[in-house]
């Protein structure tokens, strides 16, 4: 991997390694082939830093320095991906909502297939 410092970008070269596999079919008469194939991939930057959720109920715990000095509301957006189509769940919280400095809230992510974001809106 190389830093291009004209672009502002970070260019890479990375290796795949795709098994198939394909039936017996003893008609098959010519050998057997792929013609085409399409691969979707998904790079992630700073994953560790992210709350990650995972597919159906999820426990998410949000802390701070010092609670009584929350003094807006503070919303955090999580947007992941499904069968259906992108989903997103806001949590909006208050500073009633922490204990010990922490809020804790369930967070139902059915069919996630993959997190695309996670937004905390502080005003």
Known sequence: MRYNGRDVSIHGKYRFQVRGSFDRNPKRTVPVGVESL?????????I?????????????????????RVEVPIEVI???????????????????????NVATYGLSARGLKRCNAVIVDYR
């Open 38 to 46: 399409r691969l979707e991939v998904y790079f992630e930057n700073g």
């Open 48 to 68: 560790m830093s992210i709350p990650q959720i995972f597919s159906g109920e999820n426990r998410v715990h949000v802390k701070v320095a010092d609670a009584s």
């Open 78 to 100: 999580y947007k992941y991906e499904t069968e259906a189509g992108e989903e997103e769940h806001r949590q909006v919280l208050r500073a009633a909502d922490f204990e010990n």
